[in-house]
C-alpha cells in the first residue's frame, strides 16, 4: 500500500489487512454512536484510513500500533494533532485504562475501535474485557466466523461466547467482503459491537474462579461434562457428577450447552466445595 509517495508492505506475521472502503469505515464509527466528548482507543489503526473518521466524530483518539513504520506514517499523516495520542506498542502488554488518563489527564470512560489481527483476536478481546475500568462500547472488526462465535447461544456455545457474554451483549453489526481490505484475506469479516454491562452478567465468587471451571468445561468439548470436569479441574468423575447433579446439571451434557446461569450455579457448588463445604441444593437469583 502506498502513502505519501512511499509503499508500506503488510506484514502477514501481524495479520495485516488494512481496510480501504470508505463505506464500511463509515458504518464502523457509526456504529461506535460516538460524541464529540468521547473518548477512543483505536487498536491497530494501520495506515490511518478509520483513525481519520475517529477524529472527526470524537473528541479523542488513543491510537495503538505495534508496527513502528506504520506508527511513523501515522506520524506524517497526522502531524501533532492535539486529538490523537499514538502509542507504540503491544495492547497486550499495555494497561487500557492507564493509556486512557495519561493521554487526557484523567481517568475517563472511554469506547474501543478496532480491525483485529484474527490470530490475536480472543487475546485482546480477554486483556480489553478483564482491564481495569473496562470500556463503555467495544467495536470490532473480526473474522466473520469469530463474530458469529461471540454472539453464539446454547446448544452452540464456546469459550470466546461466554467471555464476551459474561462482560458484555454482542451483536452483529454488518459484514464485510473480503475484497474490501487489501491485502484482500481469504475470509470475509464482520463488525461487532459489545455493550459492556456495568457489572457482570451473574453473580460468581470470582471471574478468577467462574472462567477455571468454564475452561475445564471446554478443555476437553467433545467430551461429556462429568470427564471433562473431572480432567480440568482434577477431581473424581464420581465426584464431579454428583456436583453436577446438586445443580440441576445433568452430567451427560456437554459444555456448549450450558448457559451462563448454568456456569455461575457450578462454579459457586465448585468453590464451596473446595473450601469443604457442601453444595447448597438451591441458588438463589444472587448467586446465579
Request: aromatic share 6%.
Amino acid at each position: 500500500m502506498k502513502r505519501r509517495g512511499r509503499s508500506i508492505r503488510p506484514k502477514k506475521r501481524l495479520g495485516q489487512h488494512f481496510l480501504h472502503d470508505p463505506r464500511h469505515l463509515r458504518r464502523i464509527v457509526d456504529a461506535a454512536d460516538l460524541q464529540p466528548e468521547d473518548v477512543v482507543l483505536e487498536i491497530g489503526p494501520g495506515t490511518g484510513t478509520l483513525t481519520r473518521y475517529l477524529l472527526d466524530r470524537s473528541g479523542h483518539v488513543v491510537a495503538v500500533e505495534v508496527d513502528e513504520r506504520l506508527v511513523q506514517l501515522l506520524r506524517e499523516t497526522f502531524g501533532s494533532s492535539p486529538k490523537l495520542t499514538l502509542v507504540h506498542g503491544d495492547i497486550l502488554s499495555l494497561d487500557p485504562g492507564a493509556l486512557i488518563r495519561e493521554a487526557v489527564g484523567e481517568a475517563k470512560p472511554y469506547k474501543v475501535v478496532a480491525n483485529l489481527p484474527y490470530y490475536i483476536t480472543s487475546a485482546i478481546v480477554r486483556h480489553l474485557l478483564e482491564s481495569d475500568p473496562r470500556p463503555q462500547t467495544l467495536v470490532l472488526t473480526v473474522q466473520k466466523e469469530v463474530a458469529q462465535r461471540m454472539v453464539a447461544r446454547p446448544p452452540r456455545m464456546n469459550l470466546l461466547a461466554v467471555s464476551v457474554q459474561f462482560y458484555g451483549e454482542p451483536r452483529l453489526v454488518h459484514t464485510i467482503p473480503r475484497g474490501a481490505f487489501r491485502p484482500r484475506p481469504r475470509v470475509d469479516s464482520a463488525v461487532v459491537r459489545i455493550d459492556v454491562l456495568p457489572e457482570p452478567r451473574v453473580s460468581v465468587p470470582s471471574p478468577e474462579a467462574f472462567f477455571q471451571v468454564v475452561r475445564a468445561g471446554f478443555g476437553q468439548k467433545r467430551k461429556q461434562l462429568r470427564n471433562a470436569l473431572a480432567a480440568g479441574l482434577r477431581l473424581p468423575p464420581e465426584e464431579v457428577e454428583r456436583m453436577l447433579q446438586e445443580v440441576g446439571i445433568d452430567p451427560k451434557r456437554r459444555a456448549e450447552t450450558l448457559s451462563l446461569e448454568e456456569w455461575a450455579r457450578l462454579t459457586w457448588a465448585w468453590v464451596r466445595r473446595k473450601d469443604g463445604q457442601d453444595a447448597p441444593a438451591r441458588f438463589d437469583k444472587k448467586s446465579a
